[in-house]
């Protein structure tokens, strides 16, 4: 069953003679407990597509579909909703509150949903163990490698068990060691937790993480 369905996705920029076409009529689907790699030179819409399907932006034309739901139909409110629960998000800067603990930043999200954080406590103990930052639960942000950073933004898209992970280059700002971990995370995550992972990366050696591959040149698939 299809969790993500693109369907004749546009997207331009601009207008009149300034009007810059990004994506190009794009129509893929991901099956529930995938892990796929989207790839591209920088400026091939890549990173436009994530924040599309993410709902982060609204499409030219086409239609988005998360588990068959067209989210351009939804509400604000519905897909900030979808948004919390359905979706976790890891970006390229960690974009951790370095005021928040470890596992303060962890909890922000069931916080901003307006849930208990003592119902969640076995499942920030569960995630802290798999990305096996425990014993810096009560560390600052500033005290962690950014590897440790990076891992602690994935934890944070997970604490609500969301269907699908988008990642936007996340291990851009890494060496190639803590890189490493953090695709080997990804992997774990997506065959312990079923959980459906996009990346978008510039790297090949990331890209074979994931059991498919989709390739984009000038906004379209190739």
């Known amino acids: 069953m299809s969790i993500i369905k693109i369907d004749k996705l546009v997207k331009n920029f601009g207008k009149g003679e300034n009007e810059v076409k990004v994506l190009k009529g794009l129509n893929f689907e991901i099956e529930k407990g995938e892990f796929v790699s989207l790839m591209g030179a920088s400026g091939s819409g890549k990173s436009t597509l994530l924040y599309l399907i993410g709902g982060l932006d609204k499409p030219t034309s086409g239609t988005v579909y998360i588990n068959d739901k067209d989210i351009n139909t939804l509400k604000e409110k519905e897909m900030a909703k979808l948004r919390r629960k359905d979706i976790g998000f890891v970006f390229q800067f960690y974009n951790l509150v370095q005021n928040l603990t470890v596992e303060e930043n962890i909890m922000l999200p069931v916080v901003m949903d307006g849930k208990k954080e003592k119902d969640y406590k076995d499942r920030l103990d569960k995630i802290l163990s798999i990305i096996g930052l425990s014993d810096k639960r009560k560390n600052l942000p500033n005290e962690l490698s950014g590897g ?10 997970m604490i609500l068990s969301p269907n699908i992970i988008l990642a936007d280059e996340p291990i851009g700002n890494l060496d190639s060691k803590s890189g490493k971990e953090v ?10 937790e079923g959980i459906t992972i996009l990346q978008v990366t510039h790297s090949e050696e990331s890209a074979k993480y994931g059991n498919r591959i989709i390739r984009l040149k000038d906004g379209e698939i190739i």
């Open 148 to 157: 440790q950073q990076q891992r602690v933004s994935i934890a944070r898209a």
């Open 183 to 192: 695709m080997d995370l990804f992997k774990k995550i997506n065959k312990e």
